[in-house]
């Protein structure tokens, strides 16, 4: 497509197939739309559809929480299966509506009208994809095992996995208008969990997080997002544009899907501009200060304060993603998420006790119920009702990684649970519940070992289209660095075997380059 084909269209920096389109109108104003395959030729729709898969990371702060809380029970084992040693298993995830709450598991439940059927469906609940090695302090989220506080590992480093995304030619083959990757929230006072490589040096990108919705859009979208609103803000953008917009879906070429596609996107703009007033075109200049209602500080503000924060920045991402403006986002959020009822110091109250203390377990619980309730599934069912070109929705196209700092040991990394939203376009099976634990072994801090985290990063970033090609291991077949034998395990410093039994034996380590059984297709 040509701009004399559409005149009020304008594919960035001249490419057909760039990840943004612009359309123009009165005053010069232009909005971000995103690319219609329907107005390209076949062989332009063809490339543009090969690099679609999206990936949203979610690293909270703290956890402490039995295993238990993320997985369901009482559902019949689907598929059993003998790998690396022991018996792995499948289940298939199945919610339990009441009440007009659906029930997954204790953390996993929230209004039956949010989470249905269709949606636990696009979900996984992974266990026994465990770290052998090194307690773990803010930032050790996606890859990086050599840093953390009170200790740093060279050895050890490694760029997350959400930054190989980013590098890579396979994943991005050109950008045009796309940002390679986004951190935003309002993020621990410490590290970052993600790092980047430049000049030969692994590097946290914690300088490039921005901390309000507002920043975020300014990041995104480029200079038509304006300063801080006045008292009399100037016409909407998506107002300003409306006249092309009308020629553009009347064209006769655009297809049903595009003219959806289209009309969601605008009307999703026009929705972000009525919450947050954000306006202007692309001459404004600089990067507006977040409005202060967006900057909850202090453990006062509580959790619904930080989970209106969080909600507005999905606001802002999920246009973009229509858009293409990025593919790869990492939200990093704060301890004061948590914060809620009487608790004064939710970090050394609650999760520095929930191990081992029932009440502090409890509303560790609920803290984690609240946050899979109010941010991730929410934003999992924006996705979905998002449909594509090809009657995919955005959550297909998508995979949501939500990951906590710590496991069920305090200061440990073992013993994690994800529950993860999306199917990565086709690459990820889900509707799943899978325990990879070999329940044969010998407990550590009340963890039993399967498999490796080091096969889950590296299956992910397969499922995503990274080839081992791209970030082979030297310590091993999958992401990140194995630990080393001397490394101390866990919170309780039980080290990483018991007796003569290593918490990972050679076998795990053998299959470690493979994809995980049942997750990728």
């Not at 990951?403 to 990565?424: L, N, Q």
């Amino acid at each position: 497509m040509k701009a004399r084909d559409l005149p009020d269209v304008i594919a960035q920096q001249g490419t057909p197939l760039s990840r943004r389109w612009l359309l123009k109108g009165a005053g010069g104003a232009l909005l971000a739309i995103p690319v219609l395959p329907s107005l390209l030729s076949e062989a332009q729709a063809q490339t543009a559809a090969a690099n679609r898969k999206i990936f949203l990371a979610y690293c909270f702060p703290n956890s402490t929480i039995r295993g238990d809380a993320y997985c369901p029970s009482g559902l019949p084992v689907a598929e059993v299966k003998d790998y690396a040693g022991f018996s792995i298993r499948r289940t298939q995830l199945k919610g339990s509506a009441s009440g007009g709450v659906m029930r997954v598991s204790d953390v996993l439940s929230t209004s039956s009208g949010l989470l249905t059927d269709a949606l636990i469906a696009k979900a996984n609940v992974i266990r026994g994809c465990d770290y052998s090695g090194s307690w773990t302090h803010n930032s050790m989220h996606l890859g990086n095992f050599g840093v953390g506080q009170g200790f740093s590992r060279p050895d050890y480093y490694r760029r997350s996995i959400d930054q190989v995304l980013a590098d890579s030619p396979s994943f991005y083959p050109s950008f045009g208008g796309t940002r390679r990757s986004v951190l935003f929230g309002s993020g621990p006072y410490e590290g970052t969990p993600s790092y980047a490589s430049r000049n030969g040096s692994i590097v946290g990108l914690g300088s490039e997080q921005v901390k309000s919705a507002y920043q975020l859009y300014s990041q995104l979208f480029g200079g038509f997002v304006p300063g801080a609103p006045t008292a009399k803000p100037r016409k909407s953008v998506v107002d300003l544009v409306s006249e092309s917009f009308k020629k553009l879906r009347g064209d006769a070429r655009l297809s049903s899907g595009d003219k959806l596609r289209l009309d969601q996107h605008v009307e999703h703009l026009a929705e972000i501009e009525r919450r947050q007033q954000v306006v202007g075109t692309l001459s404004c200049p600089g990067k507006p200060s977040a409005p202060a209602d967006l900057q909850p500080a202090g453990e006062a503000a509580g959790s619904a304060s930080h989970v209106a924060t969080l909600r507005s920045y999905e606001d802002v991402l999920v246009a973009a993603l229509q858009c293409n403006l990025t593919r790869v986002a990492v939200c990093y959020t704060n301890y004061n998420l948590f914060s809620f009822g009487d608790t004064a110091d939710w970090h050394h109250q609650i999760e520095h006790f929930a191990a081992g203390d029932p009440l502090a377990q409890g509303k560790a619980v609920e803290a984690a119920r609240k946050v899979v309730s109010e941010v991730v599934v929410p934003l999992a069912a924006k996705l979905d009702a998002i449909t594509d070109t090809d009657g995919k929705t955005l959550l297909d196209r998508s995979l949501i990684f939500p990951v906590s700092e710590m496991g069920e040991p305090d200061h440990g990394i073992s013993g994690r649970v994800f529950v993860t939203f999306g199917g990565a376009d086709g690459a990820v099976r889900t509707g799943n519940f899978l325990d990879y634990r070999n329940l044969g072994s010998t407990p550590r801090d009340g963890v039993r070992f399967g498999l490796t985290i080091q096969q889950l990063y590296g299956s992910i970033l397969q499922a995503m289209g990274v080839p081992r090609s791209e970030w082979g291991e030297s310590t091993n077949q999958g992401y990140g660095a194995r630990p080393l034998a001397s490394d101390v395990y866990g919170g309780s410093g039980s080290g990483p075997t018991v007796g003569s039994v290593a918490a990972h034996p050679d076998a795990v380590w053998a299959v470690a380059g493979e994809k995980l059984p049942w997750f990728g297709v």
